[in-house]
């Protein structure tokens, strides 16, 4: 089976940076979605960004279009999140997911959509 392991959260303050890594293994996704998704306590799990294929055009949430980038390393398998001016309703656990297949851009942002999902990575801002 694919596993998916997400790394590089971390504790910051409002308006710092940071860059999430997804690093896939057991399958290569670069002609498949992958995607962000996070889950703040007390909340349910929402969308935040992704592509279709590792060319394709980001899909991102309102709450964080124009701050956040998706990109992927086809090489290295892992799709990132650049998260920039990070606020305190930024803090969620993050999650990496990957879809078997392309999606389109009226599904890709449902959870159900994606095959495999990673563990999770904390990140936290303070104000």
């Known amino acids: 089976q694919a596993q998916l392991v997400e790394s590089g959260g971390g504790l910051v303050q409002a308006g710092d940076s940071l860059r999430l890594s997804c690093a896939a293994s057991?399958?290569?996704?670069?002609?498949?979605?992958m995607g962000w998704f996070r889950q703040a306590p007390g909340k349910e799990r929402e969308f935040v960004a992704a592509n279709s294929w590792s060319g394709g055009d980001g899909n991102y949430a309102d709450s964080v279009k124009g701050r956040f980038t998706i990109s992927r390393n086809n090489a290295k398998n892992t799709v990132y999140l650049q998260m920039n001016s990070l606020k305190p309703e930024d803090t969620a656990v993050y999650y990496c997911?990957?879809?078997?297949?392309?999606?389109?851009?009226?599904?890709?942002?449902?959870?159900?959509?994606?095959?495999?999902w990673g563990q999770g990575t904390q990140v936290t801002v303070s104000s």
């Open positions: 997911a990957a879809a078997g297949r392309p999606l389109a851009r009226g599904i890709i942002k449902e959870s159900t959509e994606y095959d495999y």
């Open positions: 057991g399958r290569t996704f670069s002609s498949y979605a």
